[in-house]
């Protein structure tokens, strides 16, 4: 709940306190961390004193600006039209209410009932010019907060905003290290943490898309702790574009957190009369470790931030022919990989990239949304009647943000991409981007869209996007093309609300919190490797849960790394997703027809405890030849282990794993029935972990409790 005396709010909930207060009129940030009784705090948070400066340089601000003393880094930059900026935000008002308000054109975590949530809306004015900022806080039953800032000109003149942070955070305290997630194409999401020194770190997109090479997230923690244990505050920003993440330390050894939309290459002119919505950051705070983060984000992202009707459903298991076929197939062909799909127990076919226009290449056609004739004859609705005829849900892929050169959309719209005039239009896998910061340019995406959704009976979309931004025409298009994207979603999910849509962006380039606002899953990564998916997708567990991930099982040597591994191993990595295959299934040989049985039975048996269940990293691949991680029921009563090798070490004893998490005076027995064992001696013990024979091996326990029904 949220409470105002003695001019400090205070944030309590799910065990996590967050304390602002006023103080001459500016909101100071007081305090983050475990569940404080209440808020006297009289005396013990003060700015420290400086010999040689201004105590603005030590205090913790909720809004940070600049020319005020403090010289870390704002939140807010504006420029007024005397081309004065410096800027005074004093409390003016505020209002706690129950709920969430929803922000104006841009995803964000909503409440179902005005209970689940509380919020703060803090008010502040810089009197000269009638600028407003009002700072939103929303306090989850979890303690989850989501933050966000609206500009408000209510003076007579434009204001140039060239900064504007959805969150910022100040500890008097250094000795950080910073957890983020790294990479690049095919190599997405993996865990970098690193020490922090003073100046400031930066993880950053400017490609006009979240991105693969960073993720928007960063989390502050001690060297001691670990998985399970120790103090976390991390940021998540709920966005698909440029964003920044900074952790500054200053001379004084205080720590700013901070997350928004990137400053680099951004200014959005804020006529008088009008206001600024920054896309939302959520704000977590574990006293558990890293895994006890990721519980939090889990929890309100599977519930709360994903919407539709699959929110809640288990997803089909699917079929997908693009490492089967790539470009080339026919008709026949996609028939003869879905029939033995269905017959394998699969429940969705996906046509993957190549049947529009005249593509064969990624040269050519995109943008002309119409079927190629040469490879389907017949027309989608006569391919997906085929497949629902089978007993599979029919699924497409389309890539509406893009317009190749070669294309009947880009002959009759040249103009419609983004480009800068009179500069060259460079291309990236031979397309460019269409300038979503237009109407008419989501209009016409809107009605392609839709036309093909209604040419057939289609009942799940792969959203792809594969190119990040170049030569765009002004400071302000990245995040108005944002704003084009999120109202182009917003209304094709709505108008087809029994489609499932998956997010895709050349794998992970867009593994946001902004789609998955739109898109209860995403393809987590074109490299389907089983052993480069074991680090991105542990990765990724860190903020985002297995609902939201899409693994699939594809052929070896693998297409991305050359590499082989076992059926099984492959089977097991993509197990705690949304699981599915992606490779021509009439080349297994009867053993692996017989695996493939058998992970389709398994995961029908768990997806609804990998859909629902808390998923716990137990052993890192970053820190050794082992990987491990588990998904337990919300009662503990039930849970998946998966472990996986590396290497092979000859002659090696075998690893114990513990367990995390379970009842310790429960008993649980493995369905094999090789363990008997209670949660504590799984969790103090551990369950030994194969002797490799072969490098990448993987092992998949499911354990149950024993309950005295079970044994009479
Ligand atoms: C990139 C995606 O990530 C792949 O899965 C595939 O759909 C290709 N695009 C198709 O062009």
């Known amino acids: 709940m949220i409470t105002f005396d003695n001019n400090i709010f205070h944030l309590s909930a799910g065990g996590v306190s967050y304390l602002i207060g006023i103080q001459n009129g500016i909101p100071l940030h007081l305090y983050w961390g475990d569940e404080l009784s209440g808020a006297n705090v009289q005396g013990l948070i003060q700015p420290q004193t400086v010999i040689w400066g201004v105590s603005e340089e030590t205090a913790g601000f909720e809004l940070p600006v600049c020319g005020q003393g403090d010289y870390r880094s704002p939140a807010v930059e504006v420029v007024f039209s005397d081309g004065s900026r410096v800027v005074n935000f004093a409390y003016q ?58 500009l408000d000109n209510h003076g007579a003149s434009p204001v140039k905003v060239s900064r504007a942070l959805s969150a910022s955070v100040d500890f008097c305290d250094d000795g950080f290290e910073t957890i983020t997630l790294q990479g690049a194409w095919a190599r997405e999401t993996h865990v970098e943490r690193s020490p922090l020194f003073h100046g400031i770190k930066t993880v950053d997109s400017k490609r006009g898309h979240s ?14 702790v670990t998985e399970q244990q120790g103090e976390v505050y991390a940021v998540n920003l709920i966005y698909s574009g440029n964003f920044a993440a900074n952790a500054e330390v200053c001379a004084y050894d205080c720590t700013r957190l901070q997350i928004g939309v990137n400053p680099f290459d951004f200014e959005w002119i804020l006529a008088p009369g009008s206001s600024f919505q920054t ?92 079927v190629n004739q040469t490879k389907l004859p017949n027309g989608l609705s006569h391919l997906a009647a085929k497949i629902n005829e089978m007993g ?51 209009d016409y995406v809107i009605a392609a869209v839709s036309g093909v959704l209604e040419s057939a009976p289609i009942d799940y979309v792969k959203w792809d996007m594969n190119r990040p931004m170049l030569e765009t025409p002004s400071q302000a298009t990245a995040h108005a093309y944002m704003l084009g994207l999120y109202s182009v979603l917003e209304t094709i999910t709505s108008r087809f609300p029994n489609v499932l849509f998956e997010g895709c962006s050349g794998g992970g380039g867009r593994f946001d919190g902004g789609m998955l606002s739109y898109m209860p899953q995403i393809w987590v990564s074109d490299d389907t490797d089983a052993y480069e998916r074991m680090y991105i997708q542990y990765g990724t567990s860190l903020v985002y849960p297995p609902c939201c991930m899409d693994n699939n099982v594809s052929a070896v040597p693998n297409h991305q790394t050359g590499r082989s591994s076992s059926f099984e191993t492959r089977g097991d990595v993509a197990l705690c997703g949304n699981f599915g295959y992606q490779m021509d299934l009439a080349l297994l040989n009867e053993e692996e027809r017989t695996m493939m049985r058998q992970q389709v039975a398994l995961y029908k048996q768990m997806r609804q405890l990998i859909h629902d269940g808390d998923f716990t990293r137990l052993q890192s691949p970053y820190e050794g030849n082992e990987c491990a991680w588990q998904i337990a029921s919300k009662d503990k009563s039930d849970v998946l282990f998966c472990a996986f090798t590396k290497m ?63 044994e009479q």
């Open 93 to 150: 008002s505020h209002q706690i209410f129950h709920g969430k308000p929803a922000l104006q054109g841009l995803p964000a975590t909503y409440c179902e009932r005005d209970e689940e949530a509380q919020t703060l809306e803090l008010n502040l004015r810089d009197a000269l010019t009638g600028l407003e900022a009002t700072l939103l806080y929303t306090l989850f039953e979890n303690g989850v907060i989501a933050r966000s800032m609206r």
């Open 211 to 224: 991105s693969h090479t960073k993720n928007p997230f960063m989390a502050l923690v001690k060297p001691s």
């Open 392 to 442: 599979l849900r029919f699924g497409l892929w389309l890539e509406p943000e893009m317009v190749s050169p070669d294309s009947d959309l880009y002959r009759s719209h040249p103009d419609w991409c983004i480009h800068t005039a009179g500069r060259e239009r460079t291309q990236i896998r031979n397309q460019l981007t269409l300038d979503l910061s237009k109407q008419e340019v989501c």
């Open 279 to 370: 896309p939302e950051a959520v704000l977590v705070y574990s006293g558990s470790g890293l895994n006890g983060m990721s519980h939090r984000f889990h929890d309100l992202y599977r519930s709360r931030l994903c919407r539709g009707k699959y929110r809640d459903q288990v997803r089909p298991l699917l079929i997908n022919n693009w490492e089967a076929t790539y470009f080339s197939f026919k008709e026949e062909d996609l028939l003869r990989i879905a029939t033995i799909g269905r017959d394998m127990g699969l429940e969705l076919f996906v046509l993957d990239d190549g049947w529009f226009g005249k593509r064969d290449n990624d040269d050519c056609s995109l943008g002309d949304w119409f």
């Open 648 to 710: 092979v070490v000859p002659n090696h004893r075998r690893k114990r794993i513990r367990l995390a998490g379970l009842l310790k005076t429960a008993v649980y027995r493995s369905t094999d029935g090789s363990i008997l064992a209670t949660g504590d001696a799984l969790m103090q013990i551990g369950i030994p972990f194969c002797q490799a024979h072969h490098d990448f091996e993987s092992a998949v326990v499911h354990l149950r409790q024993v309950l005295e029904k079970d």
